[in-house]
């Protein structure tokens, strides 16, 4: 069996890693080389993502891997969506906004009254996020000093590379890509101000980017090439989702939780647009038709909020295991509420929602935890009832994969809510499908999503939760 090592770069909004993934026709593993945390920042203008601090680790963690493996032949990188940096004479003009920074509100305003929502998802065929990338350029006062814009993959790539280019899984969470022909829809651009000379040349997962440069090469003592991936985190996750029917729905679980099912063609309805779902582009030319749910950043905001308060780090499979055991009503709330997207005071900010809608607020942290964790449950069974009612699907199991996949409370809770068995895991569903499309792209795995999944399936079983 020849077995092919690879290095995947997976930067999500709570940590990034670098991890080296082995593939090969019966195997397909993660060895994990750094770990890092990431989060916003707040700056004078706004909330941030401490970019530098992060190139920097993905340097360090390359580096690292391929002393650990020398025998890596190439590297791919994936992050959350939307977000971006511009150069101009191929310098970065600054740190990168963070979408979850207010200032797109005057965005989204602007873009619909040029481009009204219902026309933009004909054309783009995105569920409303007031973060999408196209609200941000809008208001983006660095655009005029811009040459190029990169979303986050593609900017470190760039700065690995030199190459520029824009890898279409995240592309089309832009709002600036044609749903139907997978172009940028420069039209579009023109009438929202945004030069689309700024957006670079599109290619799809499995392409060669560029080879390292120079100076890098040296430091990382080996000259690999920067191979597309689905760049975006989700498309990457659902590449290893290991789906055991056509009828499954997924939900990668980590800061948000997204919930849907793979299509092969567009279900560009009003019902569709009303209930808010998504056609994001997957790999292989697949549509992501799911929709965002505000996932376990609830928790770790909590979490991140009591700590403050004690001074102390709390043990987070404690407490679920606390929140486990917790009996009597528990109140739900609309995980989804536009008042908890902000970092910052989350127990405070639950609790306005609660009080709000007349229900009791949980008094102590294990009843507050269960609460939360029930809620983010409720609103994934009710988004996976949407996601088969809208395909026409016979929905019949669901695979949560991601960090969420670790959490038996919410996997147990969004089987007995959806009333269908889920089946969790891998916990690196995004880190495998990196490894995955970068393997077959170098010949070492087999060449269909199908057979990608099965070799998943093989290699990751699932743990089964039925409904109660
Ligand atoms: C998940 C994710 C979602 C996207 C959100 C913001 O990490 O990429 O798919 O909607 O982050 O980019």
């Not at 020398?70 to 150069?87: H, K, M, N, Q």
């Not at 940028?184 to 023109?190: G, H, P, V, Y």
Request: proline fraction near 5%.
């Amino acid at each position: 069996e020849t077995v092919r090592a690879v290095a995947a770069v997976d930067l999500g909004a709570t940590s990034g890693r670098v991890m080296i993934g082995r593939v090969g026709p019966d195997t397909l593993d993660l060895e994990l080389v750094s770990r890092f945390p990431n989060g916003p920042v707040e700056r004078e203008d706004g909330l941030h993502w401490d970019f530098d601090a992060l190139y920097a680790h993905v340097l360090e963690g390359l580096a690292e891997a391929v002393r650990r493996e020398p025998a890596i032949e190439s590297i791919g990188i994936d992050s959350w969506a939307v977000d971006y940096g511009l150069l101009g004479d191929g310098e970065l003009l600054a740190q990168p906004f963070h979408y979850r920074d207010e200032r797109t509100a005057r965005g989204v305003a602007e873009v619909h009254e040029i481009a009204p929502f219902e026309e933009l998802y004909q054309r783009n065929g995105l569920q409303f996020l007031p973060f999408n990338t196209l609200y941000q350029y809008r208001v983006e006062e660095r655009m005029k000093d811009a040459d190029t814009a990169l979303l986050i993959p593609d900017l470190i790539a760039y700065l690995l590379t030199g190459a520029s280019v824009a890898e279409r899984t995240n592309a089309s969470t832009t709002g600036l890509l044609s749903v139907r022909s997978g172009e940028w829809d420069a039209t579009l651009a023109e009438r929202l101000g945004i030069e689309p000379a700024l957006l670079p040349a599109l290619v799809d997962p499995g392409t060669v980017i560029g080879t390292l440069r120079p100076e890098l090469a040296e430091r990382i003592s080996k000259e690999l090439p920067v191979i597309a991936v689905g760049s975006h985190d989700t498309a990457s996750a659902v590449v290893a989702v290991p789906l055991s029917s056509h009828d499954s729905a997924y939900i990668s679980c980590g800061t948000w939780g997204l919930v849907g099912v793979e299509l092969a063609e567009p279900v560009l309805t009003d019902a569709a647009r009303e209930a808010n779902f998504t056609h994001e582009l997957g790999v292989d030319g697949r549509y992501r038709f799911l929709h965002n749910v505000t996932g376990l950043w609830l928790l770790s905001e909590t979490v991140r909020a009591w700590e403050a308060e004690d001074g102390a780090t709390i043990d987070l499979p404690e407490l679920l295991d606390a929140a486990a055991s917790v009996t009597g009503e528990i109140a739900l709330f609309d995980a989804n509420d536009s008042s908890l997207s902000a970092p910052g005071d989350m127990p405070a900010r639950i609790a306005a929602v609660l009080d709000a809608q007349g229900s009791s607020v949980p008094q102590d942290r294990p009843a507050f935890a269960r609460t939360i964790v029930e809620s983010i449950a409720a609103a994934f069974a009710d988004a996976v009832q949407t996601a088969a009612d809208l395909s026409g699907r016979e929905v019949d199991s669901i695979h949560l994969v991601g960090g969420g996949s670790l959490n038996r409370l919410l996997c147990q809770a969004t089987a007995d809510r959806a009333g269908l068995p889920v089946l969790a895991g891998p916990v690196e569903a995004t880190a495998l499908g990196n490894v995955l499309v970068q393997g077959r792209a170098r010949g070492g795995a087999p060449a269909t999503l199908e057979e990608l999944r099965a070799l998943v399936a093989r290699t990751h079983e699932p743990m089964r939760f039925d409904p109660r």
